[in-house]
């Protein structure tokens, strides 16, 4: 294959992976990621907007939030977040997990007292809702 068909292919395949990386930003950012992980009982998603919330909520009956995140006061999305759990009597926990790193075992103590507590459902979200909410979940 001579060098103008080889840039062509590099072209094409950056182009198809850009085009990839785009559409599942467009799905992740307007859906929140959000799937069932058992039916009535746990569901887990990105971070949500607040009208993404309300409506989980009305759908779901979203009963308590587990935010992967930690505290994340000087965010807007977290204080929406904390605004609306207390409108619609959610109750809220913040656990910070890494998104990088194993979770400590005093996290995961922590996490496990939380599902023995937690109203149910529990929606267990963290940036993205691929990694720490599917590893929790």
């Known amino acids: 294959m001579d060098r103008v068909h080889r840039r062509w292919l590099t072209f094409g395949i950056v182009g198809i992976v850009a085009g990839f990386i785009v559409g599942y930003s467009i799905y992740v950012f307007t859906s929140g990621n959000f799937r069932t992980v058992t039916p009535g009982e746990c569901y887990r ?5 607040g009208k993404q919330l ?4 009305k759908k779901y009956g979203i009963r308590s939030v587990l935010n992967l995140r930690g505290e994340l006061t000087e965010y807007k999305l977290y204080q929406e977040e904390i605004k609306i759990c207390e409108q619609l009597n959610i109750k809220h926990y913040d656990v910070k997990l890494s998104a990088k790193k194993e979770p400590t075992p005093g996290a995961v103590n922590e996490i ?3 599902f023995d507590s937690a109203p149910r459902p529990i929606l ?3 940036l993205g809702g691929s990694d720490r ?3 929790v979940s």
Do not use: N, R
């Open 124 to 126: 267990i979200h963290c």
């Open 112 to 114: 496990l007292g939380i």
């Open 54 to 57: 309300v409506d989980y909520h």
């Open 133 to 135: 909410a599917s590893l």
């Open 45 to 49: 998603s990105g971070q949500l907007t």
